[in-house]
């Protein structure tokens, strides 16, 4: 039965973001709603923005759509058509209360990315992350949250940290043409397979639903772009991918320790670590936290001299290695853990001093250069 669902589900998603980007394209193009390049910026001409509508739109339409049917009519012939249909419905009712949560919320931080893009500058930082705050406290109060601390209000704190700073990291990480969405399509996968392979079939129709949706997306939003994604794409991915991944579970019964909690952390490791490793390069220069700039991880390998493509790429590449060995971790001994733990780190390690040595020596170059 799930692999009709699952193929089925991912596709729609697909072609309805596909085809509705052209058509936001317009709208962005008919109402002003651009990004204009500027000296913290990368592209040379206005770009028009709203591309997350298509996303939102693809991954709501599918998701709320396809389970309001279901419920609504389970016995539908054309329901009867999948086999052992009658199997999932049970599923989608014990996990409805939670998905309304997701997609109210999702709703609620869609909404605001879009009066961000269309009313630009016109919304402080303080209030933006105010109403984020509060969304991400609504979504963890309601239910949506993690279950491995000893207190219940422990494990809201922990998923309200966790939404914002994911939710704010794709945000962040959103600085080239087709970064963020690769990005997305990569996460959404390798979660969908932690999902298989828990058994969390619902939560796994989501993940396909956020990938099918990104890669629509992706294919107008690749080098060179015809349109950016703008806030209403990049918090509503991050917050996706945030609620989702505290409402699945990580830790089998053969799991050794706690540690696997861990496997959402390093799949989304690449927007993590492109937030860390930039605001502390602010901190270090005594610049403002949430004043943007072009030192993101990604800017920083363009300028050791790597083609925009080769950088997002590159970047697509390190997210998947990474990502591909947290799926062995609710199956491995402590030692086995660690070690991918360690791997991992080694890795961001290394990639941190090829930045920041390759930096210095294109700079020492340049200046023997000159004359």
């Not at 705050?133 to 309601?142: E, G, N, Q, W």
């Not at 772009?225 to 609620?243: P, T």
């Not at 909690?261 to 390069?281: E, G």
Request: net charge positive.
């Amino acid at each position: 039965m799930w692999f009709i669902i699952f193929p089925f589900i991912f596709a729609e998603t697909f072609v309805i973001s596909y085809f509705l980007v052209p058509l936001v394209n317009r709208l962005a193009q008919r109402f002003a709603v651009l990004d204009n390049p500027g000296q913290r910026k990368v592209h040379k001409k206005p770009k028009p923005l709203m591309g997350g509508l298509a996303i939102f739109s693809a991954f709501f339409l599918v998701v709320a759509g396809n389970t309001g049917l279901a419920l609504a009519f389970p016995h539908h012939s054309l329901f009867h058509q999948i086999p052992q249909f009658e199997t999932l419905v049970p599923l989608m009712v014990r996990a409805l209360p939670q998905l309304l949560i997701i997609l109210s919320g999702g709703f609620a931080i869609h909404l605001l990315g879009l009066l961000d893009d269309i009313y630009k500058d016109r919304l402080s930082y303080q209030l933006k992350f105010l109403v984020q705050t509060v969304i991400a406290l609504l979504v963890s109060i309601a239910g949506v949250r993690t279950h491995f601390m000893p207190f219940e209000f422990l494990d809201v704190i922990v998923t309200t940290l966790w939404i914002i700073g994911v939710t704010n990291s794709f945000n962040l990480l959103d600085n080239l043409d087709g970064l963020t969405a690769g990005i997305s399509v990569i996460a959404g996968f390798l979660l969908f397979i932690i999902a298989l392979m828990q058994l969390q079939v619902f939560f796994g129709l989501l993940l396909l639903a956020l990938a099918g949706s990104s890669l629509g997306f992706l294919l107008h939003n690749f080098y060179p772009s015809k349109l950016f994604m703008g806030d209403s794409g990049s918090l509503f991915l991050g917050f996706m991918f945030a609620s989702v991944t505290v409402s699945g579970s990580y830790v089998v019964e053969t799991s050794s320790s706690l540690l696997p909690v861990t496997v959402p952390v390093l799949i989304l490791s690449i927007p993590l670590y492109d937030t860390f490793s930039v605001m502390f390069i602010r901190w270090r220069e005594k610049r403002p936290l949430f004043l943007g700039d072009k030192r993101h991880f990604s800017h920083r390998l363009l300028e050791l001299g790597m083609s925009h493509r080769q950088t997002v790429i590159f970047i697509y590449l390190v997210s998947f290695c990474v990502g591909l060995t947290a799926l062995l971790l609710p199956y491995l001994s402590v030692a086995g853990n660690l070690a991918i733990l360690l791997q991992a780190i080694i890795i961001y390690i290394l990639i941190t001093i090829l930045v920041v040595y390759g930096k210095r020596n294109t700079q020492e170059n340049k200046k023997n250069q000159q004359p």
